[in-house]
């Protein structure tokens, strides 16, 4: 009896390395995509701008460049600009039809962008087509943003300049970004903080998800640790956990973990709540394990983590399999139906001819450690900059690419 478990045991094992064999070097499927509309670059309602914009009285820069994200939701596609104090709700169609943006943005709005050019006129003619909203208070630095079922936005942003940070022994850290809340229509509620509404500011957020359940995520970190709160739809604070990087998890020796792990340096590189609704709050954490030499670093394993937030506690681990024949680590870019999605430039051995830059792999791992699927995404040809690769609640996958005269947004549907 103890040879014949002794063989079922190296069986299943035999089996699933197998399948994950296969998975990774099978060709992949391309996947066919779907350009949804374009938006231009410029300073008019349905334009965005990705030089950095500076305020009329100091002449300092007031947001960083590249802070431009997409946050698709009820067939809905919602695109936050930073740099111009902006966000926009667009339709599948591409037609404008929400506008919430800083005033100092508008005061001497001037018409540029790729196509002709208009005259103030038209442009405030234009802009009475949609509803244009100001926020009481002008935008600081917004950078993040997410949209729930209702159609309630937040966005992360900086405390105003008469608010000055604080150091929190709590965070470690020092603390100076808020989560800006807008109903469906434009009209700003009361802001979260730590606490909930009017709560004290977060150390850096560095990202906002809204769970199936309208449960809101806020990753934040600070120097020594990472930061997770989750907040019910009304704003109240559900749970808040707390991760040292000194203390990032190491796998289990009995789950495969390799024993050069034990001296290996940890890295988090993705944090993302699990989207399905729970009593409970989840997130997973993408960790990286890293062998650092005197003058090179090797890349040992990758793992994901489920911990229960409001516990501390892993309930899951699974070790990311060597992915085909690409040399960059995937990203960790969502989790639906107990499936987890990783993408990764791709090789060009791997995708064949063509600009190796617009293509990436599209793998789907299971809960087992087995790759199930592969799929190629290409990216148009004119595309030099790809960003917010991101799994939709509809199931799609999402990007904005960048190309020199406009920002297309990118879907593709997953089998």
């Known amino acids: 009896m103890r040879i014949m478990r002794t063989m079922q045991a190296v069986c299943a094992i035999l089996i699933v390395a197998i399948f994950s064999s296969c998975a990774a070097s099978s060709p992949v499927t391309e996947l066919k995509r779907t350009e949804l509309f374009k938006i231009g670059y410029g300073y008019s309602d349905s334009q965005i701008t990705r030089e950095n914009f500076e305020t009329s009285d100091a002449g300092t820069i007031a947001h960083s460049a590249d802070t431009i994200s997409l946050e698709a939701r009820n067939g809905l596609y919602h695109v936050l600009s ?10 599948s169609y591409g037609d404008l039809l929400l506008v919430i943006q800083d005033t100092r943005y508008t005061k001497n709005l001037k018409i540029s962008g790729t196509g002709t050019s208009e005259s103030a006129d038209t442009e405030e003619k234009k802009s009475s087509l949609r509803p244009r909203v100001a926020p009481e208070n002008g935008f600081q630095q917004v950078a993040h943003l997410a949209v729930d079922s209702s159609g309630t936005m937040y966005v992360s942003d900086k405390l105003a300049p008469s608010a000055k940070a604080f150091y929190d022994e709590k965070s470690q850290a020092f603390c100076d970004t808020i989560v800006r809340r807008f109903s469906k229509d434009g009209t700003e509620l009361g802001f979260l903080g730590q606490e909930g509404i009017g709560g004290s500011p977060f150390p850096l957020i560095q990202g906002l998800q809204v769970t199936d359940d309208d449960k809101l995520a806020v990753i934040a970190a600070s120097s020594s640790s990472y930061h997770i709160f989750f907040f019910n739809p009304d704003g109240s604070l559900l749970s808040s956990l707390k991760i040292a990087r000194s203390t990032i998890p190491l796998p289990d020796s009995a789950s495969g973990a390799d024993s050069q792990l034990a001296s290996s340096v940890a890295s988090i590189e993705t944090l993302l709540p699990l989207p399905d609704a729970s009593a409970k709050p989840f997130v997973v954490a993408k960790v990286d394990y890293f062998q650092q030499n005197l003058d090179t670093v090797k890349t040992l394993q990758s793992w994901l983590f489920t911990i229960d937030a409001s516990m501390g506690q892993i309930t899951k681990s699974i070790k990311i399999p060597a992915i085909g024949k690409e040399t960059e680590l995937p990203e960790l870019i969502g989790v639906r139906l107990r499936r987890y999605f990783l993408i990764q430039k791709t090789d060009v051995a791997v995708g064949g001819a063509g600009n190796s830059n617009n293509r990436f792999t ?11 699927k592969r799929y190629l995404i290409e990216l148009p040809a004119d595309v030099t900059e790809a ?17 020199r005269d406009s920002v297309s947004c990118i879907s593709w549907v997953i089998p």
């Open 387 to 403: 960003t917010n690769f991101t799994i939709g609640k509809d199931g799609l996958l999402y990007c904005l690419g960048f190309s």
């Open 82 to 91: 930073g740099n111009d104090g902006k966000i926009m709700r667009f339709s």
């Open 362 to 372: 599209l793998s789907i791992l299971l809960e087992n450690g087995v790759v199930s």
